[in-house]
């Protein structure tokens, strides 16, 4: 049991993080060198699952995604994809809770990214894309690693809504919180008391090196 | 000493009915999740009766243990299994004098409500009996999935699990189910139609959005345990509470939300 949960819960924070790169990342980059219409709402709901209770959110996503609902009955019978009690569902309920975690500092790193060296790559011919490949993801990737730990620290951590949309089922969808919450409530303390020593062994982990990445990205924009 | 523990309830117990707010009447009752609604309606019935305040918690019963277990106030623990009770008790967490069956349930096969997922011949109503050739059934590729109780703390997927394990199904049914952390969970589930099939009591079942297929045949009846925890301070309160329960009005509203008398 503690294997597999440990190993799905990997599984499950790295394809939500990385997931959450592409679009959090693009949609970070999208925010930080452009303006229009409803800039600011946009934002405010891309921040609204880290302000809301994980259970607010796993609610949403259920009744959002569900087999009632149009998006879950679409998905069932154009691909035979169902989202809830499977491994897809944890992923999503881990993608949605930690996007904030990703946007905020890669955006906070392309905003950081001196305007006057993008100028002077157009200015040199440079197109749009390659300005992005070549100055400013270059300038800003360690804010956006950093991010990118937490929101894998964070889904590690996933516990309301996961819940609430991959459901616990052993082997499959259940995580290393929920099979915690499931050993405490059995009373089977030695699975607890393992399970919780390998997550915060994990996350501590992740955080050092979370740190250290922010640290030496800061000296780097200083220098 | 059952003279001295009666002599010690009624000098308790007079005062209280005398004034009753000399001491404020509180009880904190753990009740297993399917009895949710029916215990609902006895405490706002049982509140207009008695000047008391009582404040219900419902999870599975395994969980319930567990919480007294690490010390919460509980005065009154009811469990959907004697199994639950027996831990309590050999744990010292209840008043082993206090405990006394109050009511019974059965098990019931649920479907959604919807004509979605394809269903053995459906009995019209609970009192049908699921027979193991429906059991069966619950093997073919339209039940994608089954939710049960997690049998290591919900009693109805204990029960369930029994019963599928005397009807050899329990290997071959295993990958579909869905653990749920309690009973109403399980109806929740079939409910929205993310699982095709459902282990429930017939008490969940009533007035719900499902379709019950008929009583799974358990391996006795369901008999619901209740004791005063023996930390409570509340005791002589407790028991005159767990007294109610076993009153004609109480036994009704139990039947109300389909649960069985006691034999």
Redesign the interface.
Known sequence: MVWSAIELSLWVAGVATLLNLLLGGSLAYLLARRDFAGKGLLEALLTLPMVLPPTVVGYYLLVLLGRHSAIGTALESWFGIRLIFTIEGAIIAAMVVTFPLVLKPARAAFEAVDPQLVQAAKVLGLSNFAVFCRISLPLAWRGILAGLMLAFARAMGEFGATLMLAGSIPGKTQTLSIAIYEAVQAGDQHSANALVMVTSGLCIALLLLAQWLTRRSSAASRS | MRLFCALTMLTCTLPLSGTSLAAPCELTISAAASLTGAFKAIATQYQQLQPCKLTLNFA?S??L??QL?HGAPVDLLATADQQSMDLAEADALIDPASRQDFIVNRLVLIVPASPAATSPQAGSETSATVTSADLQQLTAPAY??IAIG?P??VPAGRYAKDSLQQAGLWPALSPK?????NVRQVLD?VV????EAGFVYASDAKGQQVRALGLVPATGPIRYPLAISSTSKHAAQARVFSQYLRTQAAQQILLQYGFSPLE
């Open positions: 599975a395994g969980v243990v567990q277990r994608l999935r997690n290591a703390t189910l869905v653990q749920a952390a589930y929205r139609g993310e699982a």
